[in-house]
């Protein structure tokens, strides 16, 4: 029996569940590059390089594997404009029984491949993406009957599954949760090691060409391009990271820094996230650090809680909550996503720093994306749609299963706290506490009314006073309003009409 097998962009392993039950003799590998999946948003051009070119080297390695793979390039004649067109294609020159892939990550993929068994009147198999550290059912399975769905919970659950930092029945170190201590800003003067930068090779170069020409109008800078783009590469980031960065990855987990745009963050979610590779497995090394005495508890348990909890739960949410959760409003936030978070152009000089970071690099670390754009647009009140859209476009490792969670639940709080149990609003003095930003802005970060004011603040406060009603009743939330009610009614005035006045200005 020929299956036509349909590798996708972000299934680039070996172990991929298609290819273990394919037969090298019989069956035909399609990958395709599709004008659809490269224009769903508006990608930054560094993402689209690493892709396609870790799609070109993954279809060579199959190859030298002694499968038969049938490559479509962008550039190539004719273009599809989707993934069924290039199926359609395939299956025309032809004979098969059977379409096989592996489930697509995001709903709007899924719905396309649902319409395949009509379309092409042959079965297609879709099997489990096996390349999570648990299988989706046992997040279904946690979730089901509880009232409130906290990481943490899940988390700790994960662990006692998998054994991972778990001593005699027990968790390392003797807590879940070592986030108290991993709140340390950084200095400038302490060593940073630098990402590892692979040089590009004909294979990539060729694609930075097409994509530099075909999509110049794109988000981002396609120049300095240092993604690893093969499996082999991406082991070696992950060696470098294990070795130089993850001792104080837990310490300056939440630290900001100008001249450091990587601090001790492992720079991995991009590979991870297309396959190159294994959650698990990363997970694993970085327990083997903690048991050889080279990596504390407190980085080894807050870098495993990234894989193991966030990444595994917010996907279990994503799946869950369904297509219409990136619509989600429950702020009912409208205002039109501002122009600076494509042109980093503007005095907030902590906005500024990540837009440019995020225009040359595709990247910024957990804490740049939450406290920074992410908690601008929530005190903005910037319509959480659009903001989904901008994330989803401009970071290497953005796919909408991870990031919709993140933007909607975590950062906008716009799922109504079905994430987050209070939203992660922040004025101006947290941003200067985690970084250097605020020394080299135009703003002053002490100050809360008047046109110098960090716009942080007053809009801070205006956030809180605008949803008071969804709010206020939150237990959580109980003093920060207590804390508002006292002020003098005069400063009240002063503040609301400071915040006002910026997001007139917007
Ligand atoms: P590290 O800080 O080194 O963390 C280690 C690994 O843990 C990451 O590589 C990643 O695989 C995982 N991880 C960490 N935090 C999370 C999280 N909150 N959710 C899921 N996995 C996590 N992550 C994405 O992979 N894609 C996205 O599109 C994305 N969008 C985000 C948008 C917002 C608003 C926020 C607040 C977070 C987003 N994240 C996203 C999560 C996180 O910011 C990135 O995974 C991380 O910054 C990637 O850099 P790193 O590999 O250096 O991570
Ligand atoms: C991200 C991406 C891009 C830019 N291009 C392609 C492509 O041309 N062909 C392809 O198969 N996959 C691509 N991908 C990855 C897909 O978007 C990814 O598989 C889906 O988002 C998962 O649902
Ligand atoms: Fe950002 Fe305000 Fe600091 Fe300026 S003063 S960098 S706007 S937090």
Same mark, same amino acid.
């Given at each position: 029996?020929? &299956?036509?097998?349909?590798?996708?962009?972000?299934?680039?392993?070996?172990?991929?569940?298609?290819?273990?039950?394919?037969?090298?003799?019989? #069956?035909?590998?399609?990958?395709?590059?599709?004008?659809?999946?490269?224009?769903?948003?508006?990608?930054? !051009?560094?993402?689209?390089?690493?892709?396609?070119?870790?799609?070109?080297?993954?279809?060579?390695?199959?190859? &030298?594997?002694?499968?038969?793979?049938?490559?479509?390039?962008? #550039?190539?004649?004719?273009?599809?404009?989707?993934?069924?067109?290039?199926?359609?294609?395939?299956?025309?020159?032809?004979?098969?029984?059977?379409?096989?892939?592996?489930?697509?990550?995001?709903?709007?993929?899924?719905?396309?491949?649902?319409?395949?068994?009509?379309?092409?009147?042959?079965?297609?198999?879709?099997?489990?993406?096996?390349?999570?550290?648990?299988?989706?059912?046992?997040?279904? #399975?946690?979730?089901?009957?509880?009232?409130?769905?906290?990481?943490?919970?899940?988390?700790?659950?994960?662990?006692?599954?998998?054994?991972? =930092?778990?001593?005699?029945?027990?968790?390392?170190?003797?807590?879940?949760?070592? #986030?108290?201590?991993?709140?340390?800003?950084?200095?400038?003067? =302490?060593?940073?090691?630098?990402?590892?930068?692979?040089?590009?090779?004909?294979?990539?170069?060729?694609?930075?060409?097409?994509?530099?020409?075909?999509?110049?109008?794109?988000?981002?800078?396609?120049?300095?391009?240092?993604?690893?783009?093969?499996?082999?590469?991406?082991?070696?980031?992950?060696?470098?990271?294990? !070795?130089?960065?993850?001792?104080?990855?837990?310490?300056?987990?939440?630290?900001?820094?100008?001249?450091?745009?990587?601090?001790?963050?492992?720079?991995?979610?991009?590979?991870?996230?297309?396959?190159?590779?294994?959650?698990?497995?990363?997970?694993?090394?970085?327990?083997?650090?903690?048991?050889?005495?080279?990596?504390?508890?407190?980085?080894?348990?807050?870098?495993?809680?990234?894989?193991?909890?966030?990444?595994?739960?917010?996907?279990?949410?994503?799946?869950?909550?369904?297509?219409?959760?990136?619509?989600?409003?429950?702020?009912?936030?409208?205002?039109?996503?501002?122009?600076?978070?494509?042109?980093?152009?503007?005095?907030?000089?902590?906005?500024?720093?990540?837009?440019? &970071?995020t225009r040359e690099e595709a990247y910024a670390h957990h804490i740049q994306r939450l406290m920074v754009t992410g908690n601008f647009a929530l005190l903005a009140g910037i319509d959480p749609h659009a903001v989904h859209e901008w994330y989803l476009a401009v970071y290497a490792d953005a796919y909408e299963w991870v990031e919709a969670p993140n933007v909607i639940g975590m950062a906008l709080y716009a799922d109504g706290g079905l994430l987050a149990s209070?939203?992660?609003?922040?004025?101006?003095?947290?941003?200067?506490?985690?970084?250097?930003?605020?020394?080299?802005?135009?703003?002053?970060?002490?100050?809360?009314?008047?046109?110098?004011?960090?716009?942080?603040?007053?809009?801070?406060?205006?956030? =809180?006073?605008?949803?008071?009603?969804?709010?206020?009743?939150?237990?959580?939330?109980?003093?920060?309003?207590?804390?508002?009610?006292?002020?003098?009614?005069?400063?009240?005035?002063?503040?609301?009409?400071?915040?006002?006045?910026?997001?007139?200005?917007?």
């Amino acid at each position: 029996m020929a &299956q036509l097998i349909l590798v996708l962009g972000d299934q680039l392993t070996r172990n991929l569940a298609s290819l273990r039950t394919g037969k090298k003799a019989e #069956d035909l590998i399609l990958m395709a590059e599709v004008e659809s999946e490269a224009g769903y948003v508006w990608h930054h !051009k560094k993402k689209l390089a690493f892709v396609f070119s870790a799609m070109r080297h993954f279809a060579k390695a199959l190859e &030298q594997d002694g499968w038969s793979v049938r490559y479509h390039r962008l #550039d190539d004649d004719p273009v599809f404009s989707c993934l069924t067109d290039a199926v359609e294609n395939a299956l025309s020159a032809g004979t098969f029984d059977q379409v096989t892939l592996v489930e697509a990550g995001e709903h709007r993929l899924r719905d396309e491949i649902a319409t395949w068994p009509d379309r092409f009147d042959l079965p297609v198999r879709v099997l489990e993406d096996d390349r999570f550290i648990m299988p989706r059912s046992d997040f279904e #399975d946690w979730a089901r009957g509880r009232d409130t769905l906290r990481m943490e919970y899940f988390y700790r659950d994960a662990r006692r599954k998998t054994g991972l =930092l778990i001593e005699n029945g027990k968790p390392a170190g003797g807590q879940w949760n070592f #986030d108290k201590e991993n709140r340390k800003p950084a200095k400038p003067d =302490l060593f940073m090691p630098d990402v590892p930068r692979f040089k590009p090779d004909a294979i990539t170069r060729d694609v930075i060409d097409m994509v530099g020409a075909r999509f110049s109008d794109n988000f981002g800078t396609i120049e300095d391009f240092w993604f690893a783009v093969t499996r082999e590469d991406a082991e070696a980031a992950l060696d470098q990271f294990l !070795k130089q960065a993850l001792p104080c990855f837990g310490d300056y987990q939440d630290a900001m820094l100008t001249g450091s745009r990587f601090l001790y963050h492992s720079v991995l979610a991009q590979y991870i996230n297309i396959g190159l590779l294994d959650p698990r497995d990363v997970c694993e090394r970085a327990e083997a650090e903690y048991a050889a005495g080279r990596a504390p508890i407190n980085a080894v348990e807050g870098f495993i809680r990234q894989l193991l909890g966030w990444r595994e739960y917010v996907r279990g949410i994503y799946m869950r909550e369904g297509p219409d959760y990136v619509r989600r409003n429950a702020l009912k936030a409208s205002r039109p996503l501002p122009d600076f978070y494509w042109t980093g152009e503007t005095g907030m000089a902590c906005i500024a720093a990540v837009v440019t &970071q995020t225009r040359e690099e595709a990247y910024a670390h957990h804490i740049q994306r939450l406290m920074v754009t992410g908690n601008f647009a929530l005190l903005a009140g910037i319509d959480p749609h659009a903001v989904h859209e901008w994330y989803l476009a401009v970071y290497a490792d953005a796919y909408e299963w991870v990031e919709a969670p993140n933007v909607i639940g975590m950062a906008l709080y716009a799922d109504g706290g079905l994430l987050a149990s209070k939203p992660y609003a922040a004025s101006g003095a947290y941003i200067d506490r985690m970084s250097d930003y605020c020394g080299g802005c135009r703003y002053k970060v002490g100050e809360k009314t008047g046109d110098d004011a960090c716009p942080f603040n007053a809009l801070y406060w205006n956030f =809180l006073v605008e949803n008071e009603d969804v709010l206020r009743g939150n237990p959580r939330m109980g003093l920060i309003y207590a804390n508002w009610d006292k002020q003098d009614p005069g400063r009240k005035a002063a503040i609301r009409r400071r915040a006002g006045a910026f997001l007139d200005s917007l």
